[in-house]
């Protein structure tokens, strides 16, 4: 494609995206959804060799698939006969090198860093990209961004963007009016606070315990906008984050499933439907809580249908001030197995999130892990009442819950490897 025809694909769903889709209700976004899934099955899915032979009329015939299931039939969950082997060799060259432009073809191999126990591999196109570009953009940028990005007369809107591995999907983004800075992960933070000072972003874009690191620097930066991405956010983080940059945090919820949701202007996030159609899979009787069941229905690639996410979505408890129809949640709350299994009954991170919040304002940050022998709890703290405020606030959740209470031990602060991402509460097995 020419760079004319890049603009305009990515300038098109822009607009779109931005201005263009506008339901009045959830049936009218519903029905549209659905004509979009009857062509994806129509048009799409039979490309892939794991559905050619399958029978289907309807999304609800296909079989829920997962991680293991992508990495398994890799081959032939993918439309362009790309082979495990070979993708994966170009990913974790590029791993090792930190050189992330090599392709196959117009295609960009990525490697997702395997939270949930497998490592996964993604396969976009570059028409897919720019279509992602423009989504992200148009659901990104707060309207003073936009004016800076639209205007030949300014200088081009800075955009910091920290990850552990970058991809030819977020260089993307770059062009002559956005200025897109990749900050690797496994460096040491402080040399990337040093460069922020001497290039102040106007989008700062990072996982949640970065922004916080980066908060807690007392650094002199004043961004326009600041955006936590791959982690969950934690209300007391983002409370903090907004307290050091003077604006609130937005939230892209992004995984290698695709673009899944984005923060709105009155600060929920909503699942990105326009792009993905979400079965819920409660994992409560009150069905606020859910796994999401993904189905991307513009991707043509690398095929998501009916793909089951280990994320735990809390739904918000009323419809968004912002007037989408689409899905508000509460809160992203992290995967499956920061859920604690104690005695036959899941205790949600969100509730022992509470009890580490009313422990109290000397705790800045922690790391929980349960399994067989109990929990074990580690602290940073300001002082010597955190241990038994924690221990005292946990039995209490833990009575409230109905549950016994498993032993609970006390070890020093680690500092999680360069690159992972955090897991403040984490069952294991």
Wanted: net charge positive; hydrophobic share 45%.
């Amino acid at each position: 494609m020419s760079a004319i025809a890049d603009a305009t694909l990515a300038g098109a769903r822009f607009a779109r995206t931005r201005w263009g889709w506008r339901w009045t209700d959830r049936a009218a976004l519903l029905a549209w959804q659905a004509r979009q899934i009857d062509r994806f099955l129509r048009d799409r899915l039979r490309r892939a060799p794991f559905y050619a032979e399958r029978t289907f009329t309807r999304l609800d015939d296909l079989p829920i698939v997962d991680k293991r299931t992508l990495v398994t039939h890799f081959d032939g969950l993918n439309t362009r006969g790309i082979k495990q082997t070979e993708a994966l060799a170009i990913a974790l060259a590029a791993e090792r090198s930190r050189d992330f432009r090599p392709e196959m073809g117009d295609i960009t191999v990525g490697l997702s860093s395997g939270t949930s126990g497998q490592r996964g591999l993604f396969l976009v196109s570059r028409r897919e990209r720019l279509i992602w570009a423009g989504s992200i953009l148009a659901r990104l940028l707060n309207p003073a961004s936009l004016r800076q990005l639209a205007s030949p007369w300014r200088a081009p809107l800075a955009v910091a963007f920290f990850l552990r591995a970058n991809s030819n999907l977020y260089a993307t983004l770059r062009s002559h009016r956005l200025a897109f800075t990749f900050h690797d992960l496994l460096q040491p933070l402080d040399t990337h606070v040093a460069a922020l000072q001497q290039q102040p972003p106007d989008v700062l874009v990072a996982p949640a315990t970065v922004l916080r690191r980066i908060a807690d620097a007392r650094c002199d930066l004043h961004p326009r906008q600041v955006i936590s991405v791959a982690e969950t956010l934690e209300s007391a983080d983002a409370d903090a984050i907004a307290r050091a940059f003077g604006c609130r945090v937005q939230q892209i919820y992004q995984a290698t499933e695709g673009f899944l949701g984005y923060s709105c202007e009155a600060g929920r996030v909503h699942l990105n439907e326009e792009c993905v159609h979400i079965e819920p899979e409660w994992l409560d009787d009150e069905h606020t809580r859910f796994h999401p069941i993904v189905t991307d229905f513009t991707r043509e690639t690398q095929v998501i249908a009916r793909y089951r996410l280990d994320d735990v979505l809390r739904l918000a408890d009323a419809p968004c001030p912002c007037g989408r129809v689409s899905i508000a949640l509460a809160a992203i709350d992290g995967r499956r197995d920061a859920i604690l299994q104690l005695t036959g009954r899941a205790i949600f991170p969100d509730i022992v999130r509470r009890a580490m919040m009313l422990a109290g304002d000397q705790i800045r940050d922690y790391r929980i892990v349960s399994n067989v022998s109990g929990l074990t709890v580690r602290l940073v703290a300001t002082d010597e009442r955190a241990v038994p405020a924690v221990r005292a606030e946990l039995l209490a959740m833990f009575a409230q819950q109905g549950v016994e209470a498993p032993a609970i031990t006390f070890l020093p602060w680690q500092d999680d490897p360069p690159g992972d991402k955090c897991c403040r509460i984490r069952q294991i097995a």
